[in-house]
């Protein structure tokens, strides 16, 4: 039997992102979990912000923003994002935060991030609390070492970061199976299976250091602002 609760943002997990604004030399950079995808066609998503956030003008005002994906091993860098003002200081310093030119969009994406999505705002509502930016997902950049030798994208790869609830869990520990896979004959099931074996074979041998990570200077002090 389950308890009644009172309504509340009770969808988890959900991802942790880094969302950067302004430009490659006036940055802005926050954790945001109230983020997620709308639409497939054009690829859709938003991301809502509370109108206080030192991010949210400099956002408002572009009218775009770059959705940075986090990894597990990023997660104290995650939070201090999401604990400290850019008001205060410049958290791509603090962070180690290495900043590099998107495409479409004038904000910069973040390097130590595997994938980053550059979004153009279509729709602005202030829904109470936050106010949502619709956004139209204009370009994608994701890391080299997440495409295998047939060049599909393996985002099971990247290690990423989910917040459940207040925590941070690692996500993608024992793939359980992939989309279709209830319905799938036998025969291609064990293909699959042994494709993924051979994958995660690849991945443990090739294990080595990230030359794109920046030493971090980032101290793990903590400053506790709201944090959603
Ligand atoms: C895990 C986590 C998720 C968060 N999600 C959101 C969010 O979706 N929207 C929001 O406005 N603030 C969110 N916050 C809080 C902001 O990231 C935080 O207030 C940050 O300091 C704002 O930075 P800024 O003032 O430099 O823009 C979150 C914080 C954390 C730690």
Known sequence: MKRKLKPGTMLY????????????????????????????DPPMTYVSIRPERYSYDI??????FVINLTTADMAKEVDYAGCVSGRKEDKFETLGFVKEPCEAV?????????VSLECRVTETKDLGSHTMFLAEIVCVHADEKLF?????ICL???????????TYMPLGSKKIGSFGYSVMKPKTQKKKAAE??????????SKGK??????????????????D
């Open 148 to 152: 295998d030798k047939n060049d599909r």
């Open 59 to 64: 956002i408002k005002d572009a009218g775009e």
């Open 210 to 227: 990230d030359p794109k990570k920046k030493e971090s200077v980032f101290t793990g002090k903590s400053r506790l602002v709201s944090k």
């Open 196 to 205: 993924s074996r051979k994958m995660s074979l690849m991945k443990s041998k």
């Open 106 to 114: 004038k904000a910069p994406m973040i390097a130590q991030c595997p």
């Open 156 to 166: 099971e790869k990247a290690g990423f970061l989910a917040y459940l609830h207040g």
């Open 13 to 40: 997990p959900l991802p942790a992102v880094l969302v950067t604004g302004g430009d490659m030399e006036h940055s802005t950079v926050m954790t945001a979990a109230w983020t997620g995808i709308v639409n497939s």
